[in-house]
T-cell receptor, first 112, second 113 residues
Framework: DQQVKQNSPSLSVQEGRISILNCDYT??????FLWYKKYPAEGPTFLIS?????DKNEDGRFTVFLNKSAKHLSLHIVPSQPGDSAVYFC???????????FGPGTRLSVLP | DTGVSQNPRHKITKRGQNVTFRCDPI?????LYWYRQTLGQGPEFLTY????????KSRLLSDRFSAERPKGSFSTLEIQRTEQGDSAMYLC???????????FGPGTRLTVL
C-alpha cells in the first residue's frame, strides 16, 4: 500500500513554461512534506519543504502547495529550465523526521 | 556536494556472500538514515540513527540486515547471505538539528549475481 503516490511517471514541458508536479498521500498523520530532485548517478537533493500548518511555501522558482483536505501537494517550477530535467520525489513524514516515506518519482524533461 | 560520502560506489557479489557498506556524513549530522531504492521506485526507509542510537527500523530490514553507527559518526550497513532481491541502490542521508532536511550521499549500487 503506497502511502505517497506520484501518479505521473513522466512530464515534458517547454523551457520557460510552468512545470507542475503532483503528489497525493493517504496517511492523515503526515505533517511534513518535502520535494527532492535527483540526477542520474547522484543521491536525491533537497529542494523545498512544507509543514502541514501552511498551505504554500515559496523559494525562488519553486513553490509547493499543500491541500490537506484533499491530501494533495504540488510543486510548481516557474520558469522551467533545461537544468531542471531530473526525477522529482515527493516525501512525507509523520514523526518529526524519524521516518520519511517517498513517492515513486516523476521524471521531468524540460525541452529547449 | 552534500558532504556525505558512501563507499564503495558499486559492489557486485555472489548470492550467499556478506557485504558491508559505509557512510560518512559530515560532523554536524547527528541524524543518519539508510534507504534502499530499486528501479522506478522512490527511496524506501530502512533505518534511522540519532547519534549512535538506532531509533527506528523498517520491517524491510530483515534479520540479515544490520546497521551500526559507533560513536555517532560514520555508519555501516551489513547484509548477510545476500539474495538476488537485495540488488538495489543503498542510500545514506545525514541530517542536522532541523529535521526537515536530509542530505543524501551518492549511494552504493549492489548487484547480487
Amino acid at each position: 500500500d503506497q502511502q505517497v503516490k506520484q501518479n505521473s511517471p513522466s512530464l515534458s514541458v517547454q523551457e520557460g513554461r510552468i512545470s507542475i508536479l503532483n503528489c497525493d498521500y493517504t496517511n492523515s498523520m503526515f505533517d511534513y512534506f518535502l520535494w527532492y530532485k535527483k540526477y542520474p548517478a547522484e543521491g536525491p537533493t533537497f529542494l523545498i519543504s512544507i509543514s502541514s500548518i501552511k498551505d504554500k511555501n515559496e523559494d525562488g522558482r519553486f513553490t509547493v502547495f499543500l491541500n490537506k483536505s484533499a491530501k494533495h501537494l504540488s510543486l510548481h517550477i516557474v520558469p522551467s529550465q533545461p537544468g531542471d530535467s531530473a526525477v522529482y520525489f515527493c516525501a512525507a513524514s509523520a514523526d518529526y523526521g524519524q521516518n520519511f516515506v517517498f513517492g515513486p518519482g516523476t521524471r521531468l524533461s524540460v525541452l529547449p | 556536494d552534500t558532504g556525505v560520502s558512501q563507499n564503495p560506489r558499486h559492489k557486485i557479489t555472489k548470492r550467499g556472500q556478506n557485504v558491508t557498506f559505509r557512510c560518512d556524513p559530515i560532523s554536524e549530522h547527528n541524524r543518519l538514515y539508510w534507504y534502499r531504492q530499486t528501479l522506478g521506485q522512490g527511496p524506501e526507509f530502512l533505518t534511522y540513527f540519532q547519534n549512535e542510537a538506532q531509533l527506528e527500523k523498517s520491517r524491510l530490514l530483515s534479520d540479515r540486515f544490520s546497521a551500526e553507527r559507533p560513536k555517532g559518526s560514520f555508519s555501516t550497513l551489513e547484509i548477510q547471505r545476500t539474495e538476488q532481491g537485495d540488488s538495489a541502490m543503498y542510500l545514506c542521508a545525514g541530517g542536522g538539528s532541523s529535521y526537515n532536511e536530509q542530505f543524501f550521499g551518492p549511494g552504493t549500487r549492489l548487484t547480487v549475481l
